[in-house]
Every structure is written in C-alpha cells, then in structure tokens.
C-alpha cells in the first residue's frame, strides 16, 4: 500500500463552543480550506485556531498532549463518534485523508454527568483518578519489592495483563456509551491487577472498591452494547467487563471485605 | 470495624449482617447480576411455556390434557407462579430504575450520534428497554385474557369444564385486540432476546474466548425461535381449529 | 568574553571505591525520625517518572506531598510516551552484563561527559527499579516460562532491556501513577492538577515554596513547604518540532535558573534517528519510532544519489546499509548521535529518500522473512500500526522511511550527587537535572534514571536536607512569597497587554527554524553566533507583536502556551551559547570544526571535560561560567568508537 499523494480539502467545521462550565453552549460554523490529508485532526484544529487568532476570536480550547496515541488526553466526538471514523486511533492520530473535499464535521466534546465541560472542547475527568485511587494499585512501597524473577508470570498471563493495562484512560468509553459508563475503563484496570500474581492480595478489596466509587461519580451501568469496545483507542475488549462482573460478585459473595 | 454498635448504624441489614448483600443490591454491577439471571431464568420459563403451548398445534386433546395435568400439581404451580411474578417483578423493577440511573448518567445528548460497531446502524440493545416494555404490555394483557379471566367479551368457559383451557386460549388467541397484541409482543420479545441472552451471559461474567462466539449465536437463534415459535400460534392456531 | 567563575563547582560526591559510594553516602545523610516527617512539607512538580515515583516514594515515608502537574491527570506526564524500554543490569540474559558494564557503556555512550559517582549510583539501582515495578504489577515482556525478557538497545552488546511491547513508559508511569493515587487516597499526597508552576520562592537562600497558576481558573497560588522537589522535563520543545508532549516546557527550570539555579551543559541536546520524517508545513510534532525498531529493522539508502526507483525496485547490491558499512561491530544499533548523523549526512551528500530527500529507510523484510509477520507484529505492532496511521504506508510490505528529531536533552538544571541543586532546598529529578547522560543518552536509560531519582535517591537526601539545615516552618505571607507572586502575575499580565499581530505559534515556529537550522545535529561558530543574534531579535519581536487573544482569569491555552514560548525565547540563547561555548565535538554536541576525516566527533578532553554550569545574570547580561571538574577513574578516556 503506497501513500496516495496528498490533496487538499475545504471544509465546514461544526464546533461545540462553551465559554464555562456554567455558561450556555452551542455549535458553530467556521470554515477551513487548504487543509492537507496529510495533517492530523488535531493540526487541522491548530489551522482554524491560527485563523481565529488572527480574525481576534478566541481559539477553539480542545486537549492534548503527546499527539501520538498514547497519554489519553486528547478526544471528541467527531460526527457523532468518540475518536472519529477510524477504529483503535485517537483523536491525534486521526488523520485528515479520512475526509473528503467539502464534508461538514460535527465536532463535541465527551458528554457525560461525571465529565463535566470544562471550555469547549475539553471535560473534567478526574472521576477516573479518583476510581484509581480507590483501588487501582498494588499496596507495595518502595523498597519492600522481591527480586524480578521470584515470582514467574507465564507469557499468556502477561498478554492479557498487557492488552488490559494498555488503557489510555481517555474516557471514549464513557463518551460513546448511551449510559455513560465507565465499565470498560474499569474493568481494564481491574482486570490487569486480578490476571497478575502481584495483585492477588488486594484483589477483592480492590473491584468493591473500585465499582462504589464507579458508582458514586454517577457513570452508568453497562447495556452490553459494546460502544465503549468499538470506540476505544487502546482496544480493551469487552471480555474485561466479563471478567470485572465475575470479579466483583465474587468479592461481593466469598471475600470478606 | 469489629465495633458492633458501628455496624448496626448502618440500618437492620447491618445489625444481621447483610450490608454486603444490601451493597451487593444497590451496586450497579450487583443489579446487572440480578438483571441477567432473572431474564435467563425468565428464558427458562419461555422454553418451558412455548413447548407446552406447541401442543395447541396437535389440537384441543393434547392439550387439555396438559394443562389439566399441570393444573393439578395446583401447589408447584403456585409456587412457580410466585417465582415468575417475582423474577418478572424483579426484572422490571431493575429495568426501570437502572434506565432512569443509566439516563441520568448520560445527561447530554450528542447532536449528532452515530455507532462505530462494524455494521451497526441501530442495534437491538439500544432498544432494550422500548422491547421490554412491549413485552410488558403484551404480559399484562395476555394475563388479563387467560390468567385472570377478565375480559368477558372473550365468553370464557367455566374452568370445571375440560374443554376450557384449549377454548378459552383459542378465544383469546381469534380476539383482534389480543392477536394484535400477541404477534407483536412475540417478534419483540424475540429481538429482546436476540440480545439479551447472550448479554446475560456477559452480566454474569460467563464470558470465554472459546463459548462465548457460541452462545452469541445461539442467542440469535433462541430469539428467532421464541419470536416464531410464539407468533406461529397466533397465526395459524386460530385458523386451524375454528 | 565569558565571566569564569575562580572556584570550581563541586557536585559533592563521596570518595573511596566507586562501588560503595553510594553506601557510604546513605550513612553520612542525616534521617528525619518517622513520626517526625509528616510535620515537613515536600513540593513536588510534575508527575512524570521521576515526579510520581518521588511523591508515591516521599509520601510513604510520612512526608506531606504537594504534588503538582500541567495535565488533567498525573497520569498523562510526558514519561507516558517512553516507548522502547528500560535499562538494567540484571543480567539474566547470561551474557556479560554487569553493573560495572552498564556503568561502563553509559559513561561512554555519553562520551566522558558525566560524573562517575553518579552513573555507578545509578548502574547498582537499576536492578531494584525492576523488582519494584514488577512489584507493582507493570507487566513486562516474559518468556514462555514466566521469567522477564530482554531486548537490545543501541549503544550495548548485551541485551539488558526491559519492556512492555511498545509502551514501556506508559506502563511504568502507569505503576507510578497508581503508586502515587494510592497515597493520595491515604492522604499522604495533596494533588493539583492542571496547574503550572511560575516560580520558585527562595527564603534566607533556601527553597522554600512556588508560585503557581490554576490553568482552569487563572487564579495564582503559592504554596510553602520544606523542599521543592523539581522533576518537570526535558526542554526539547525549544527547537518546536520534537518527539516531546506538546506541554513539554523550560518555564519551571527555567524561572529557577532565574532565582539563582545553575543550568548545565544545554547544548547537549540529543536529536533520535528514529522519527518519522516531516511531512508538511503543518506538522505540530515529530512521532518517534521506537530504537527497539533496529533490532530488526536495517538503515539503508540507495547507492545512487537521487535514484527515484521504488524500494523494492532497487536490488540488494544498490543498497547501502551504511550503519553496517561504517560500524560493522555494532551495525544498526549504533548509538544515537553517531546513527542520526550518519543519516544527515547521506541525505546531505543527496541519497536521501521520499518526497523531500530528507529520509532514510529502515527495513524489515529481512526479519519479517526469517522470523515471520506474526513475530514481528507481537514485538512492534502497535509502533507499525501508528506508523501506518500517520504515513498511510504498511511497514509490513514497504520499508519505513525515518528521519532524526530532537528527542532529549541531557543538559539540565545543575545537581550535586545528592540530587539537590546549589540552591539549598530544591532538588532536580528525571529529564529536568543534567546528571548521568554526558554528552549522550543511550537507549533506555532515560526512565531508568528518573525512577532511580525518584524511588531511591530523593527519599534519602530530602531528609538530608531537613535534618541538618534544622529548616523552620514559615508563613507565605513573607515578602519573597509576594514578590514572586507578583511577578509570575505581571509576566502573564506583559504577553496579554503586548495585543501585536503575530501568534505565539508563529514565534515558536520562527524560533524552532533557528535552533534546528543553526544549533541542531551540526553546529558551527558562524552560524551559533547568527543563532543567537536572531533568538535575540526574536525576543524582542515577541513582546512588541504576540498576539494573545482571551483573558487570564479563566481557561487559556494559548496564553499557556505564549508564556512558554517567552521562556524558550530567553532560555535558547543561553543552550546557543554553551554550544558556542564547548569548542569541542562530543556525543550530541557536534561541533562542525572538530570532526575526523571520518566525521566522526573529535572530543577535547584537555580543555573540556567539565560540566557547564551556568549562573543567570539577566536577560542580555551574559551569565557566569560554573566549571565542575569531570574526572575518570575507573571509566578512563578512551575513543568512543562503535566500529
Ligand atoms: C517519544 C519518546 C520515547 C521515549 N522512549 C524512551 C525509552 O524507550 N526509554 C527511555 O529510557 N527513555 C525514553 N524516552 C525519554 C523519557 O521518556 C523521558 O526522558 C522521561 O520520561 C522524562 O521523565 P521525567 O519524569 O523527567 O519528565 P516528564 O515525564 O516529562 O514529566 C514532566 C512533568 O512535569 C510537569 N511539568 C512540567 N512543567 C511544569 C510546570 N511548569 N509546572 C507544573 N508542572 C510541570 C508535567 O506536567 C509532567 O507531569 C522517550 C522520550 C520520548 C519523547
Ligand atoms: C419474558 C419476559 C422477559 C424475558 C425473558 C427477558 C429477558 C431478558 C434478558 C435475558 C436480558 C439480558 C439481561 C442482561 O443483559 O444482563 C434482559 C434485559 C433487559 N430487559 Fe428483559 N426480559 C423480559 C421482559 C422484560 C420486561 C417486561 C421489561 C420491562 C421493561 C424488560 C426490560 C429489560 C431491559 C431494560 C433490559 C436491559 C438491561 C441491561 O441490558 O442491563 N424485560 N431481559
Ligand atoms: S477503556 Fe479504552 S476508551 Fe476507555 S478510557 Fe481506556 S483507552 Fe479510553
Ligand atoms: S494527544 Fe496524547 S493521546 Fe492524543
């Protein structure tokens, strides 16, 4: 597959603008032309907040960091999907040869009770720190560890802790699920810590734990409709949420926390 | 805490004991627990309901014999009546307070929203409360027809009589309110399922790499056949022994 | 011309056997007793390796953690993109690998540059940087038998790398996030997100809090504690086009370099052969393919200069592989500096290939033939998936094509061994210091050394600190505390009363053309001293036209970034002039004038085995020269050759 060259677009840009937290929002209009297919999503942001500038609008507030698919800062809903189009990509890496010359993009930010606006484009979501805090983690403080080797982890073991630990924590799960729940973002970190000897300990405690205070931030219940899994960038897979319910009825009937 | 007063602070539940059953309860995880297994439990009840009804395709004999037959086990009966209001009771209540929690959640609502499942342009779980609560009508009207016996334009036959289960279920079954009602009731409770059998199974944390593609696919199936299953008796039983 | 210094700087190390320096170090600090250590107070800035390892370590000792970071969560730290994976000397590959070897290779791989004593420390605390991550659940790469895996990084024969697919600094912060969050619930970590330090509060000469700014409400604070921990990155985002997280900043090294902390070695910048190449006008940011890449993939260009032919068009004798042609004992992993130059200079001499010349290929089909696609795709998928993603090319099928792009830099705010900076108080962790890479960083030794910083050195030193110097509690409301506060404000308040007609993008590009054009792979006297005449002219362009839209009371990403880029603005020329200054060509500091017939660097040990440590005088005023002496025992001089 060789790189078509590039071409480029002009396009009707749809986007959510809220001053605040408090403040009303709404969508709107700008155009954007010359934007080359090679550009990421997020430069072509850059090139309308250029533009903003230098017409004395504020520039669209939208976040990001490493623009390279992995520190989970980024993300929108572009036409109505978390990420955009493209399946396992994040907003940094979506790139603008998936549009075409003329198309129109609705562009929101993430919508849920537990994320709220905080300007923009850009949501709190701090929730998801707190429902690591809760539990996320193994009790082990500097110093106390064994050596590497003490404990072996079959490799089969290590890919499904892997794959599972692989979350961004960019919230397009709760993003693109009609409930806003966070299931699948939990449920990859309880999965991680449950499939590896090292988490054993803290085991129940540790998903009781996590799904009250999952719970308390007011994140939805899980439908089934695997949204979350179709949207997320690192694809964590539904048979994590599979595990996190296994896990927490059975800390919830047989432990003793 | 092994400080007894501190315990019994938190209500009865605490004081015997039971406030990880009330957590379990009122847990989101612990409430799509009792969702699953009362609807397969629920699905138990269809097979065993569709199987018996089938019988009104080998005509009115068969048929009453059954259903005297079961009737006559009067306290089992009784007892699974109970069970199934209480599963059915259970599954309803759930669906309401976790759709309303599930709404609350979501809060806002995109302008514009589209699906990034390969292929899904409105899938049947989104509608899984919509299809519930068609079941839900089609329930309490099929139960107002043969359960209760209240709608007397449908001249039931006195219960003494042998005859009446077979009559009394054709008269239900030839009304175009209840024929209607019944169809539609039995394609949706099947797109219900198409879904939620195999979403069950996910709830309960029975999910395996090597079953679980398997159990998908039979949960189509089982759709399929509870919605024709069902909806063939009310199409063709009428017609068949006016 | 430069001011320096008469005495030399002393970075504190222990004497006797290098191997029990460390040791004998810990007897001599003085400990703060446990139930004594929640009445202290320790910042901590940033939340990246070396932050979050520090804050989750300091707190579990009883201290009071006030942890503060630029991202929504900690646990986005620019550490989150470490790709490739991290050293250690646990040699359980069996083949020769020891502590005194990874120590060995560092201190040549950074070509004599750093201090002995401290690339020891951190050669011994490798191994238990492992079993504390392992410990903590970080799932590294593991045979079929459960023990962990190596691969090979470049600048070693042995294999001593340790990691988890492509994401072995996402899953090491990951470990250091939890670490920290649990401490945060404990209570022992105050956290403040989104917030960015403006400055640092220096009392009786002592650091003694910082200032900082709410990026969501705009509002200032100042925080007082009993040490200031600094641990903010790396400032690669000078040259604008790097591999470094759009939020990667000088500003908090930087405004303490200006309350008197001396900034070392700047010039040594070290610039990755591995990115994917630019691709436009438009590019925001360079994405690094991972070194690991090179264990299987091999750099070539065409042996004709401008040959147009399609990869696969060109025959295998029309291909030189010239990493294997120049360093044939080291071949593709050769180190970084020595394979980034390489690269320029066949693109320069006009074999480059892709649509600009500016690229090289590094191919695969070698190993995905003798190994298979499924091998290669469990060892690199995600790094060729997002390789596809930008370049919309399959690296399975056509080579990848790279390009070097600052990527690191060792130089740093100026530490003693014990971490602290020669200001009492605060104390440099991670990218941010300048201690154990010389003049080069080898592979995987970045995440290596910030959790050796912030999980076994800082612990004990911090203490150090509070013990002997018998620090007092204090109020902000003291007059340093103001002034700062006042300051940090009326700078912020300066960029948005400028209203010119230029964005602050604008400059940071203009400013990023200059240090890539002129302070970049190679530099020249001639074109330093241009450098440092148009960062000036720049400068002053800057605050007469930037152009900030917005207020500074509530969420503004652009004034963020405006107060950012004055800094690189200030701080750019300083790195030019210590480049002007080192009239020697050594690691990532390549001096035009010293080079072999070979190109290769021409390292002046007589005249400049020191540390620069420079000593702010004011903007325009030309600093002071701080010279620590570097000495060699048991790593002596010898010629950095990979041939
Ligand atoms: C793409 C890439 C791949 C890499 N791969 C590897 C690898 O494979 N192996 C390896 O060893 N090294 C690698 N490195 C290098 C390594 O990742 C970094 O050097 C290291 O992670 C730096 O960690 P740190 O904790 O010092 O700083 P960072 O992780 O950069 O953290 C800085 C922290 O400081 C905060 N901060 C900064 N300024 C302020 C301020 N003014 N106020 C408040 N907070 C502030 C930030 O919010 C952040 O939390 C790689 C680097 C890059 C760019
Ligand atoms: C015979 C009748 C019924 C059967 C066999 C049945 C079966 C099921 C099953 C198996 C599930 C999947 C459970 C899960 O995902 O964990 C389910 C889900 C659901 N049911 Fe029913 N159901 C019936 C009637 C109803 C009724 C009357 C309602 C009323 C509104 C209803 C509402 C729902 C809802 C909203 C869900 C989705 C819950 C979720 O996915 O979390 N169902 N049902
Ligand atoms: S599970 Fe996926 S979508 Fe959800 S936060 Fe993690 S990476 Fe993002
Ligand atoms: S900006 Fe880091 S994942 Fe997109």
Known sequence: MNHVASKNLNLTLKIWRQAGPKQPGGLKTYQVRGISTDMSFLEMLDVLNEQLIASGEEPVAFDHDCREGICGTCGVVINGQAHGPDSGTTTCQLHMRRFHDGDTIVIEPWLAKAFP????????????????????????????????????????????????????????????????SAMLFVSAKVSHLASLPQGQAERSKRVLNMVATMDAEHFGNCTNTGECEAACPAKIKLSNIAQLNREYMKAALLSKE | MTDSTAQCKTGLLGCLGLSWFFRLLSSSIGQKFVMGLTGLLLCGFLVAHLAGNLLLFAGAEPFNHYAHALHSQWELLALAEFGLVVLFLAHVYLAVTTTIGNYRARRDFYVLKQSKVPGRI?????????????????????????????????????????????????????????????????????VHLSHGFASAFQSLGLNHPKYTPLIKIIGKIFGVIIAVGFASIVVFVPGMWR | MVTVADTPLDGRCPDGNIASRWDQRKRDLKLVAPNNKRKYTVIVVGTGLAGGSAAASLAELGYNVLS????????????????????????????????????????????WRARESNVYRLATLSTSIIDQCVAQGVPFAREYGGTLTNRS???????????????????????????????????????????????????????????TRDLVTGKYETFVSDAVVLCTGGYGNAYYLSTMAKTCNVTAAWRCHKRGAYFANPCF???????????????????????????????????????????????EDERDYYLERRYP??????????????????????????????????????????DGESVIREKYGNLFHMYERIT?????????????????????????????????????????????????????????????????????????????????????????????????????????????????????????????????????????????????????????DVKVIGSGETLNQNLEHAGRVADFLEFAELLARDALYRDESCGGHFREEHQTEEGECERNDADFSYVSAWEYQGIGTESILHKEPLTFVDAPFGVRSYK
Request: overall charge neutral; glycine content about 10%.
């Open chain 1, 117 to 180: 606006i905080v300007r923009d484009l850009i949501v709190d979501r701090s929730a998801f720190d707190r429902i690591i805090q809760a539990g996320g983690f193994v009790s082990v403080n500097t110093g106390n560890a064994p050596e590497a080797n003490t404990t072996l982890v079959p490799h089969h073991v290590q890919q499904d802790a892997m794959n599972a630990a692989a979350c961004i924590g960019c919230g397009a799960c709760v993003a693109s699920c009609k409930n806003a």
């Open chain 2, 122 to 190: 409105i899938g049947a779980n989104s509608w899984m409360f919509a299809s519930g609560s068609v079941v839900l009508g089609f329930v309490i009207l099929h139960l107002i027809d043969l359960r209760l016996g209240l709608r007397s334009s449908l001249h039931y036959l006195p219960e003494e009589n042998f005859e009446a289960p077979f009559r009394n279920t054709l008269a239900a079954l030839s009304d175009p309110i209840s024929r209607v009602v019944y169809f539609l009731g039995a394609i949706i409770l099947g």
């Open chain 3, 68 to 111: 503060f970071c630029i991202q929504d969560s900690p646990r986005r730290a620019h550490s989150i993109a470490a790709q490739g994976g991290i050293n250690a000397a646990k040699n359980y590959q069996n083949d020769g690998d020891s502590v005194w070897r990874l120590f060995y290779d560092t201190v040549k791989g950074g070509e």
């Open chain 3, 153 to 211: 990084f470049g600048g070693a024969q042995v294999s001593r790398t340790f990691y988890c697919g492509g994401q072995t600094g996402q899953q090491l912060l990951l470990g250091a996030y939890q670490a920290m969050m649990r401490q945060v619930s404990g209570g022992g970590i105050k956290l403040f997100t989104r917030r960015e330090m403006l400055d640092l509060v220096v009392v009786d000469g002592i650091a003694r809090g910082i200032v």
């Open chain 3, 269 to 315: 910048t070290q610039i990755h052969p591995t990115c994917i190449p630019v691709s436009g006008d438009h590019q925001s940011k360079l994405t690094l393919m991972s070194e690991s890449l090179r264990n299987d993939g091999r750099v070539w260009v065409p042996k004709t200069k401008g040959d147009t032919r399609s990869p696969d068009q060109i025959p």
């Open chain 3, 329 to 370: 004992s080291y071949g593709n992993l050769a180190p970084r500096d020595v394979s980034s130059r390489a690269a320029k200079e066949r693109c320069d001499a006009g074999f480059g290939v892709g649509p600009s010349g500016m690229s090289v290929y590094l191919d695969f089909s070698k190993a995905i033939k003798e």
């Open chain 3, 392 to 544: 919309d090319e399959n690296p399975y099928k056509v080579p990848m094509r790279i390009y070097p792009a600052v990527h690191y830099t060792m130089g740093g705010l100026w530490v003693d061994y014990n971490l602290q900076s020669n200001l009492p108080g605060l104390y440099v962790l991670g990218e941010a210091n300048f201690s154990d890479h010389g003049a080069n960083r080898l592979g995987a030794s970045a995440l290596m050394q910030g959790l050796a910083d912030g999980y076994f050195v800082i612990p004990y030193t911090v203490g150090d600190h509070i013990a002997t110097r018998k620090v007092k509690p204090i109020s902000a409301d003291r007059p340093e505390f103001h002034e700062a506060l006042e300051a940090a404000k009326s700078r912020t308040a300066a960029i948005l009363n400028v209203k010119g007609t230029h964005s602050t993008e604008h400059f940071h590009r203009a400013l990023g053309k200059i240090m890539w054009d002129h302070v970049g792979m190679a530099r020249n006297e001639k074109g330093l001293l241009h450098a440092i005449e148009q960062i000036k002219t720049l400068r002053e362009q800057f605050w007469h």
